[in-house]
Nanobody
Framework: QVHLVESGGGVVQAGGSLKLSCTASGSPSFISMGWYRQAPGKEREWVASITHGGGNMRYADSVKGRFTISRNNVLTSIYLEMNSLKPEDTAVYYC???????????WGQGTQVTVSS
């Protein structure tokens, strides 16, 4: 059974930084992992993703240049370095992983990020 656990959320002032981590257990083999977020009253949105093979990274326009996604070598852990945080970045941040083979999606439980103005 695959489990994803996020950590690193918290409360930070606008302009500050946080680093989120997501670690998978259960002997996973993923083709990609990524971060999503959901603000109160809004739909969950994609933030950033990274692949296993080439380590290709992609970012939503809203975070490009401020957030950096990274991974460990075997793609069982990913990180999200968030700089120049804005109040509109406030959300619950979720980690998602897509398995090789069946392309099954796994989700973590989320970690709260609150940016105060």
């Amino acid at each position: 059974q695959v489990h994803l656990v996020e950590s690193g959320g918290g409360v930070v002032q606008a302009g500050g930084s946080l680093k989120l981590s997501c670690t998978a257990s259960g002997s996973p083999s993923f083709i990609s992992m990524g971060w999503y977020r959901q603000a109160p009253g809004k739909e969950r949105e994609w933030v950033a993703s990274i692949t296993h093979g080439g380590g290709n990274m992609r970012y939503a326009d809203s975070v490009k240049g401020r957030f950096t996604i990274s991974r460990n070598n075997v793609l069982t852990s990913i990180y999200l370095e968030m700089n120049s945080l804005k109040p509109e970045d406030t959300a619950v941040y979720y980690c998602k992983a897509t398995s090789a083979g069946w392309r099954t999606d796994f989700w973590g439980q989320g970690t709260q990020v609150t940016v105060s103005s």
